[in-house]
């Protein structure tokens, strides 16, 4: 495949012309020639503020990247995506994420179901069920009250609800606390199996396919430890002490979970956007129902913004196609997300996934190479660590990686000072990386602190910093779960539209098989079964480990 194929696009055409100027563009330059530039290059939308402008573009690049998503035919496609139409062709699946968080009138007829009836009873079954374990009315096998939530899932039966609980610890319920198990590696569940008792603990068995390995190996070794160590008979500690949430019902029955200890979710539902599903269980068992129903209006909010707000006005879509502008035209090949708050520490990884799995692929939904640079690699920290480790390359590296920067205008601390200190920080790494330091800065600094010329010849290199590097600012007024619920539908938004320019099917991950696959024959040699054919490496490294074991 050749990444620089032409596809026949006169937007794409056009963009690529321009973009031969514009990369000579200095940020600097844009803002001194337009005052407006903060007003023109800034909006709000469900609670979200997003500024563009230190952007590399300009009113041209925008009408060229808005021509692109309509040449796209953008607007149909998410209309079909919301009416249910089977846009996951690949599995044959409608995507209905949107609808678990749209009021019932408003979730669209499937032919074999009716969406917002099924949605708004797993809801209510949710809402009964968390009700009861956060008043102290569900009790564990001996008659104490549950005081800890293991959720076991992975992937997107895990990375949600972890991000989202702990996003919105201040809004938790102050007995119940949360943990999250999903590696197969037994130290993640031993941590937290050290820190609990079997008669106030709940497991939640979070799994779409109830089949994933890690997923099933954590559920059976929980409930295993559970028997040993609860004094409950099977059938009492596991009425009691755990609960599933899957598709499954008969693997959730064969495992020894009870129909009406197991909470539904559809096909149509994919892992990494479920969070709004009964995968959430965890986040209404934390945040009880009211707060769980306000991040879901959070989240519709965005949605109903992104359906009805046209597209120069859309604040998914301006994100999108700053991504595409930076990654297709100016050819940028990874994208950081700085978090300035705290509580969002899971977010990056959240968004890691939701991004790299959906559009991290390099064949057409037609199933032809695509012609162009799909999803650049993700990865972020919070500030303002970030700033104390790897910030040094996002300023004088060779590559030039956007970023988002994220904060919250407002804490949920009244420690005095820090929000400013966070805030201050958050907006002057924005303005250095896109302004940078010239040599007449530099040398009237060197020169004040008394060096002579040969002195300020030698550092002068190491001080500059060129600038005219990217980012957007993405404020909310608090981290609230409304504002929660409408940031992560921002981004889920903003990969949909990046899979329509790219040609992908964003909702399937055929790419993670290979690995399982490959997991499943190694492991069974790695506990005395018949070698198989492998590579020099693969097997020496197979035989190194059945050598070295205990
Ligand atoms: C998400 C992926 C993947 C999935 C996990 C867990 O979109 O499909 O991350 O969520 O593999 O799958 P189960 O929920 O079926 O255990």
Same mark, same amino acid.
């Given at each position: 495949m050749n990444i620089a194929d032409i596809p026949a696009s006169p937007a794409h055409h056009a963009l690529q012309a321009h973009a031969q100027s514009a990369r000579n563009w200095h940020m600097r330059d844009l803002f001194a020639a337009d005052p407006d530039r903060f007003s023109r290059m800034s909006l709000e939308a469900a609670g979200i503020f997003l500024d563009? #402008? +230190?952007?590399?573009?300009d009113a041209h690049t925008l009408q060229l990247l808005f021509a692109l998503a309509r040449e796209k035919n953008l607007a149909a496609r998410r209309d079909a995506m919301f009416a249910g139409a089977p846009i996951n062709n690949t599995e044959g699946r409608a995507v209905l994420h949107t609808a678990l968080r749209a009021p019932r009138e408003l979730a669209p007829q499937l032919a074999q179901q009716d969406v917002g009836a099924d949605v708004h009873s797993v809801l209510t079954r949710m809402r009964r069920f968390s009700d009861q374990v956060r008043s102290g009315q569900w009790r564990g096998y001996d008659g104490r009250i549950i005081t800890d939530v293991v959720n076991i899932g992975i992937g997107g039966s895990d990375l949600g609800p972890k991000m989202a609980a702990h996003a919105l610890r201040s809004y938790s319920h102050p007995r119940l606390k949360m943990h999250f198990v999903s590696n197969v590696d037994g130290h993640d569940l031993d941590a937290v199996l050290q820190q609990i008792e079997p008669a106030t603990s709940l497991f939640i068995v979070a799994s779409k396919t109830f089949t994933t390995i890690e997923t099933m190996m954590n559920a059976r070794s929980a409930r295993a430890w559970l028997l040993a160590h609860g004094g409950a008979d099977a059938e009492a500690g596991l009425a009691k002490h755990f609960v599933a949430v899957s598709t499954n019902l008969a693997a959730v029955t064969e495992f020894g979970i009870a129909p009406e200890n197991m909470f539904p979710f559809w096909d149509w539902v994919g892992g990494r956007y479920s969070l709004w599903s009964a995968i959430g269980l965890p986040l209404m068992l934390a945040l009880g129902h009211g707060y769980f129903g306000d991040l879901l209006a959070g989240a519709h909010a965005m949605d109903r913004h992104f359906c009805e707000a046209e597209l120069e006005q859309n604040l998914p879509v301006i994100l999108a196609m700053c991504g595409v502008w930076n990654r297709?035209? *100016?050819?940028? %090949?990874a994208h950081s997300i700085a978090c300035? =708050? /705290? @509580? *969002?520490? =899971?977010f990056p990884a959240y968004l890691q996934q939701l991004e790299m799995e959906s559009?991290? +692929? #390099? !064949?057409?939904?037609?199933?032809q190479p695509v012609q162009q640079a799909t999803c650049p690699l993700i990865w972020g920290e919070r500030g303002t660590n970030g700033q104390h480790a790897y910030f040094q390359l996002l300023h004088q590296g060779t590559d030039i990686i956007p970023l988002d920067f994220i904060a919250a205008l407002n804490a949920s601390h009244d420690l005095p000072g820090h929000q400013d200190a966070l805030l201050a920080n958050c907006f002057a790494q924005a303005e250095a990386l896109m302004r940078g330091k010239q040599e007449d800065e530099v040398r009237a600094e060197l020169r004040q602190a008394g060096m002579n010329e040969t002195q300020q010849a030698q550092l002068l290199p190491h001080k500059l910093f060129a600038g005219n590097r990217p980012s957007n600012m993405i404020l909310l007024e608090m981290l609230t779960p409304h504002a929660l619920g409408a940031l992560i539908a921002l981004y889920e938004h903003k990969t949909f539209v990046q899979g329509v320019i790219w040609d *992908?099917?964003?909702? @399937? /991950?055929? %790419? !993670?098989?290979l690995g399982k696959a490959l997991a499943a024959t190694i492991q069974r040699e790695l506990a005395g079964g018949a070698a198989a054919a492998h590579d020099s490496s693969t097997a020496g490294l197979i035989a190194r480990a059945r050598q070295a074991r205990f």
């Open positions: 563009y #402008s +230190k952007n590399r573009l297709n035209y *100016l050819g940028f %090949g300035y =708050h /705290q @509580d *969002l520490a =899971h559009n991290g +692929k #390099s !064949v057409r939904s037609n199933g *992908l099917n964003s909702f @399937d /991950q055929w %790419g !993670v098989e």
